[in-house]
């Protein structure tokens, strides 16, 4: 299983298709931004999905917890996912 996998529950897919070099320009154009290469790289591999770990490390208060923000899923680069 790639480390990628390993970031998403296991046995549900992705968001979205693996990212390709014509929809990422597509949507880079749309938005008027470069997205930053370490998650194109991830879109390439698994592009979206829920996460398996839902609580991560920070080490700085936030709003509503001492030590660790909650993010549930990662969003996919793409046009046909069902948010």
């Known amino acids: 299983m790639s480390t990628a996998a390993k970031l998403f529950v296991p046995d ?5 298709p ?10 880079e154009a749309e938005l008027g ?3 930053p290469d370490s998650y194109v790289a991830l879109g390439r591999t698994h592009n979206g999905g829920t996460l398996a770990k839902t609580a991560h490390p920070m080490n700085v ?5 001492e030590d660790h923000i909650g993010v549930h899923s990662l969003a996919a680069i793409g046009r046909s996912a069902k948010l």
């Open 61 to 65: 208060r936030t709003s509503w917890a």
């Open 18 to 27: 693996s990212l390709d070099d014509e929809l990422l320009r597509s949507i």
């Open 12 to 16: 549900e897919g992705p968001f979205e």
């Open 33 to 35: 931004v470069k997205l």
